[in-house]
T-cell receptor
Framework: AQKITQTQPGMFVQEKEAVTLDCTYD???????LFWYKQPSSGEMIFLIY??????QNATEGRYSLNFQKARKSANLVISASQLGDSAMYFC???????????????FGTGTRLTVIP | GAVVSQHPSRVICKSGTSVKIECRSL??????MFWYRQFPKQSLMLMAT?????????EQGVEKDKFLINHASLTLSTLTVTSAHPEDSSFYIC?????????????FGQGTRLTVV
């Protein structure tokens, strides 16, 4: 079974500062993908960043970077230079990749609500 | 990038009526789509896996007769909430993957906010 844990229900960050959103996971799968999504109040799920379990380098996408520590089973999201528009819910998710069909679904954490303070 | 379109974005219906929600992959073929439900301030919970040309796979506790899923083509999956009741009011969102194995991306529809009155 897979389990995603986000221990921070809410976080505050000053505008232009960096913030780290925590995510740990538990899986017995050898091959998996880790995702972060942003969900603004409109409800849409916006893909932010992806890390494959065999990727040796941490993923980066613009202001987003993923601090992947495989031995600790953690995949923290780092947002640099926070902007007011970053205020939203953030979900960590994992997808086991146990076959080649690509049919495995995403397992989500409970989310962290980030508020950027001007 | 790949786009998943979900319609309608918001619907209000009377108790006892049925509501159909569409999920389309606009520029790729999706043999599998997923339907999630999200209660206010909670995470996404998988309801069912929609497979093109075959029956959907429902998660434990999800009533298959109430939440009818049809995946008739490689680009369209529909979720019909039958005989809706106020407790069915929720945010429903679909997703589909592109690529294979580790080289995959998941894309989500815009979501449908259902209110049953």
């Amino acid at each position: 079974a897979q389990k995603i844990t986000q221990t921070q229900p809410g976080m505050f960050v000053q505008e232009k500062e960096a913030v780290t959103l925590d995510c740990t996971y538990d899986t017995s799968d050898q091959s998996y993908g880790l995702f972060w999504y942003k969900q603004p109040s409109s409800g849409e799920m916006i893909f932010l960043i992806y890390q494959g379990s065999y990727d040796e380098q941490n993923a980066t996408e613009g202001r987003y970077s993923l601090n992947f520590q495989k031995a600790r089973k953690s995949a923290n999201l780092v947002i640099s230079a926070s902007q007011l528009g970053d205020s939203a819910m953030y979900f960590c998710a994992m997808r086991p990749i146990s076959d080649q069909t690509g049919a495995n679904n995403l397992f989500f954490g409970t989310g962290t609500r980030l508020t950027v303070i001007p | 990038g790949a786009v998943v379109s979900q319609h309608p974005s918001r619907v209000i219906c009377k108790s006892g009526t049925s509501v159909k929600i569409e999920c389309r992959s606009l520029d790729f073929q999706a043999t599998t789509m997923f339907w999630y439900r999200q209660f206010p301030k909670q995470s996404l919970m998988l309801m069912a896996t929609s497979n093109e040309g075959s029956k959907a796979t429902y998660e434990q506790g999800v009533e298959k007769d109430k939440f009818l899923i049809n995946h008739a083509s490689l680009t369209l999956s529909t979720l019909t909430v039958t005989s809706a009741h106020p407790e069915d009011s929720s945010f429903y969102i679909c997703s589909a993957f592109t690529g294979w194995g580790v080289n995959t991306e998941a894309f989500f529809g815009q979501g449908t906010r259902l209110t049953v009155v």
